[in-house]
Protein backbone atom coordinates (compact mmCIF):
# COMPACT_ATOMS: atom_id res chain seq x y z
CA UNK A 1 0.00 0.00 0.00
CA UNK A 2 1.30 3.16 -0.45
CA UNK A 3 2.06 6.50 1.54
CA UNK A 4 -1.06 8.25 0.18
CA UNK A 5 -3.44 5.03 -0.30
CA UNK A 6 -2.68 4.64 3.62
CA UNK A 7 -2.98 8.22 4.65
CA UNK A 8 -6.70 8.30 2.70
CA UNK A 9 -7.65 4.84 4.78
CA UNK A 10 -6.47 6.66 7.79
CA UNK A 11 -8.62 10.05 7.05
CA UNK A 12 -12.04 7.56 5.91
CA UNK A 13 -11.38 5.92 9.28
CA UNK A 14 -10.60 9.05 11.44
CA UNK A 15 -14.18 10.92 9.79
CA UNK A 16 -16.27 7.71 10.43
CA UNK A 17 -15.22 7.62 14.17
CA UNK A 18 -16.57 11.09 14.09
CA UNK A 19 -19.36 10.06 12.84
CA UNK A 20 -18.98 10.71 9.13
CA UNK A 21 -17.95 8.71 6.53
CA UNK A 22 -16.42 10.94 3.90
CA UNK A 23 -17.17 11.28 -0.24
CA UNK A 24 -14.82 11.28 -2.91
CA UNK A 25 -15.16 15.01 -3.13
CA UNK A 26 -14.80 15.53 0.55
CA UNK A 27 -10.74 13.59 0.26
CA UNK A 28 -10.08 15.31 -2.87
CA UNK A 29 -10.29 18.14 -1.40
CA UNK A 30 -8.68 17.29 2.08
CA UNK A 31 -5.89 15.70 -0.58
CA UNK A 32 -5.81 18.65 -2.79
CA UNK A 33 -6.58 15.23 -5.96
CA UNK A 34 -9.08 15.13 -8.09
CA UNK A 35 -12.84 13.72 -7.13
CA UNK A 36 -11.57 11.19 -9.69
CA UNK A 37 -8.15 10.19 -8.25
CA UNK A 38 -9.79 10.18 -4.50
CA UNK A 39 -12.65 7.58 -6.28
CA UNK A 40 -9.57 5.92 -7.86
CA UNK A 41 -7.72 5.67 -4.33
CA UNK A 42 -10.78 4.35 -2.67
CA UNK A 43 -11.54 1.67 -5.26
CA UNK A 44 -7.91 0.55 -5.10
CA UNK A 45 -8.33 0.71 -1.49
CA UNK A 46 -11.11 -1.59 -1.92
CA UNK A 47 -9.92 -3.90 -4.56
CA UNK A 48 -6.59 -4.51 -3.44
CA UNK A 49 -6.41 -4.61 0.49
CA UNK A 50 -9.67 -5.41 1.35
CA UNK A 51 -9.11 -1.91 3.47
CA UNK A 52 -13.22 -1.02 2.37
CA UNK A 53 -16.32 -1.47 1.33
CA UNK A 54 -17.72 0.31 -1.70
CA UNK A 55 -21.22 0.67 -2.46
CA UNK A 56 -21.20 -1.50 -5.61
CA UNK A 57 -21.27 0.06 -9.03
CA UNK A 58 -19.81 3.59 -7.28
CA UNK A 59 -16.64 5.22 -5.84
CA UNK A 60 -18.45 6.03 -2.26
CA UNK A 61 -17.82 4.37 0.98
CA UNK A 62 -20.44 1.41 2.63
CA UNK A 63 -18.37 0.24 5.19
CA UNK A 64 -15.29 1.33 6.68
CA UNK A 65 -15.93 -1.78 9.04
CA UNK A 66 -16.79 -2.00 11.62
CA UNK A 67 -19.12 1.60 10.19
CA UNK A 68 -21.49 1.77 7.72
CA UNK A 69 -22.15 5.13 5.89
CA UNK A 70 -25.79 3.71 5.24
CA UNK A 71 -28.30 3.55 8.32
CA UNK A 72 -28.73 -0.12 9.15
CA UNK A 73 -30.72 -1.93 11.62
CA UNK A 74 -27.87 -2.06 14.00
CA UNK A 75 -27.42 2.03 15.13
CA UNK A 76 -24.79 2.62 17.96
CA UNK A 77 -25.25 6.07 20.58
CA UNK A 78 -23.61 6.98 22.71
CA UNK A 79 -23.23 10.87 24.66
CA UNK A 80 -20.74 11.65 21.85
CA UNK A 81 -21.42 10.67 19.02
CA UNK A 82 -24.73 8.19 16.92
CA UNK A 83 -22.95 5.63 13.99
CA UNK A 84 -24.29 2.50 11.90
CA UNK A 85 -22.99 -1.08 12.00
CA UNK A 86 -23.43 -3.57 9.20
CA UNK A 87 -24.21 -6.12 12.20
CA UNK A 88 -24.54 -6.28 15.31
CA UNK A 89 -21.24 -8.10 15.74
CA UNK A 90 -19.93 -4.66 13.99
CA UNK A 91 -22.00 -2.39 16.14
CA UNK A 92 -20.39 -3.67 19.14
CA UNK A 93 -17.03 -3.24 17.79
CA UNK A 94 -18.31 0.05 17.27
CA UNK A 95 -19.13 0.63 20.87
CA UNK A 96 -15.06 -0.87 21.85
CA UNK A 97 -13.57 1.49 19.61
CA UNK A 98 -15.37 4.92 20.44
CA UNK A 99 -14.88 3.43 24.02
CA UNK A 100 -18.39 5.32 25.71
CA UNK A 101 -21.58 3.81 27.43
CA UNK A 102 -23.53 3.43 24.18
CA UNK A 103 -26.56 2.19 23.82
CA UNK A 104 -27.41 -0.77 20.46
CA UNK A 105 -31.35 -0.41 20.01
CA UNK A 106 -32.47 -3.32 17.51
CA UNK A 107 -34.27 -6.10 16.41
CA UNK A 108 -34.05 -9.76 16.18
CA UNK A 109 -34.07 -10.21 12.65
CA UNK A 110 -35.58 -13.69 12.87
CA UNK A 111 -38.70 -12.96 14.97
CA UNK A 112 -38.55 -8.91 14.99
CA UNK A 113 -38.97 -8.73 19.11
CA UNK A 114 -36.99 -5.53 20.26
CA UNK A 115 -33.32 -5.93 21.48
CA UNK A 116 -30.92 -3.28 23.30
CA UNK A 117 -27.69 -4.02 24.04
CA UNK A 118 -25.87 -1.46 26.61
CA UNK A 119 -22.10 -0.98 27.24
CA UNK A 120 -20.00 1.14 29.14
CA UNK A 121 -16.12 1.18 29.87
CA UNK A 122 -15.90 -1.59 27.45
CA UNK A 123 -17.92 -3.87 29.38
CA UNK A 124 -21.16 -5.27 28.40
CA UNK A 125 -23.94 -5.00 30.48
CA UNK A 126 -26.84 -5.68 28.95
CA UNK A 127 -27.21 -8.37 25.72
CA UNK A 128 -30.25 -10.32 25.63
CA UNK A 129 -29.89 -13.32 22.70
CA UNK A 130 -27.34 -14.98 20.95
CA UNK A 131 -25.32 -13.75 17.96
CA UNK A 132 -25.55 -16.03 14.88
CA UNK A 133 -23.34 -16.54 12.14
CA UNK A 134 -24.74 -17.81 8.93
CA UNK A 135 -21.65 -18.00 6.88
CA UNK A 136 -18.04 -18.67 8.52
CA UNK A 137 -16.12 -16.21 8.98
CA UNK A 138 -13.36 -17.56 6.56
CA UNK A 139 -16.31 -16.51 3.97
CA UNK A 140 -17.42 -13.19 4.97
CA UNK A 141 -15.53 -11.17 2.58
CA UNK A 142 -16.45 -12.93 -0.54
CA UNK A 143 -19.24 -10.74 0.06
CA UNK A 144 -18.95 -8.88 3.08
CA UNK A 145 -21.62 -6.10 2.31
CA UNK A 146 -24.36 -9.26 2.50
CA UNK A 147 -22.63 -11.77 4.76
Same mark, same amino acid.
Given at each position: ? +? /??? /? &??? =?????? &?????? %?? !???????? $??? %?????? +? =??? =?????? /??? @????????? @? &???? $?? =? %??????? $??????????????????? @???? $???????? !?? +????????????? @??? /????????? %????????????
Amino acid at each position: M +T /AED /A &AVR =LFVYEQ &ARQGRI %PA !PIDIAREF $SVT %PRAAGE +T =LQR =LERDHD /ALV @LLPGSPYVW @L &ADPF $SA =L %PTDYPVT $SATGRWHGACIWDAMGIAA @LVGA $SCEIPTAC !PQ +TGVGLRVTTRDHE @LLD /APGVVHFAV %PSRRWWESIGFT
